[in-house]
């Protein structure tokens, strides 16, 4: 069983940054999609980065050059960077991974998933 647990929520000021990271552990997914998603109270999960095996990125356009998605397979380690944040970039942000991941930023692809951690912008 693979299981995922994030780490790096932090309440920052907008324009800041902060870097999240995933920690994966448990049972073999070394040609697994990993992404990160972000949820508010009442709206759907929201898919923010995906990488997939081979290193290919997708991000939404509202996100697109400001978070950045890497992995460190070495360390089993998967991060997002999140720069120039603005306050509707509030939201519990969890890390899933999925084995047979097609649309990418869709949560429903993702059978594995993390605990969430909490990043909150002030004005």
């Known amino acids: 069983q693979v299981r995922l647990e994030e780490s790096g929520g932090d309440s920052v000021q907008a324009g800041g940054s902060l870097r999240l990271s995933c920690a994966v552990s448990?049972?073999?997914?070394?040609?697994?999609?990993l992404g990160w998603f972000r949820q508010v109270p009442g709206k759907d999960r929201e898919g923010v980065a995906t990488?997939?095996?081979?290193?290919?990125?997708t991000y939404p356009n509202s996100v697109k050059g400001r978070f950045t998605i890497s992995k460190d397979k070495s360390k089993k380690l998967f991060y997002l960077q999140l720069n120039g944040l603005k306050p509707e970039d509030t939201a519990m942000y969890y890390c899933?991974?999925?084995?047979?991941?097609?649309?990418?930023?869709?949560?429903?692809?993702?059978?594995?998933w993390g605990q969430g951690t909490q990043v909150t912008i002030s004005s």
């Open positions: 899933a991974a999925g084995r047979y991941v097609a649309d990418r930023l869709r949560a429903s692809e993702f059978e594995y």
């Open positions: 448990g049972g073999t997914c070394t040609r697994c999609s």
């Open positions: 990488i997939d095996s081979d290193g290919a990125t």
